[in-house]
Nanobody, 125 residues
């Protein structure tokens, strides 16, 4: 059974940076595309970024493009999300997820088989 554990969340001021990490176990990590989603109170879970199994292809929501960077290390079974120039609207719980789906579907939560418990990111104004 796959398990994903996020870390790195916290409180940061507007314009600051945070780096989230997600450690995977119990699955063949290099066979999965990985994604980050976020969910704010009262809102639906939304796509943030995804990376293909090899790391060759990355995908970003328009709202984070140019500010966030997703990366992975298949030797360490980890995926990271570097978040720069943070804004109050980035405040949310951030979740990593693992998918066997094709690249066309990586922005959809239903594509993902495994989910982490999430880590909270709060950006103060």
């Amino acid at each position: 059974q796959g398990r994903l554990v996020e870390s790195g969340g916290g409180l940061v001021q507007t314009g600051g940076s945070l780096k989230l990490s997600c450690a995977a176990s119990g699955l063949t990590f290099s066979g999965y595309s990985m994604g980050w989603f976020r969910q704010a109170p009262g809102k639906e879970r939304e796509f943030v970024a995804a990376i293909s199994w090899s790391g060759s292809n990355t995908y970003y929501a328009d709202s984070v493009k140019g500010r966030f960077t997703i990366d992975r290390d298949n030797a360490k079974n980890t995926v990271t999300l570097q978040m720069n120039t943070l804004k109050p609207e980035d405040t949310a719980g951030y979740y990593c997820a693992a998918s066997l789906g094709g690249s066309s579907w990586l922005n959809l939560p239903r594509t993902y088989r495994y989910w982490g418990q999430g880590t909270q990111v709060t950006v103060s104004s």
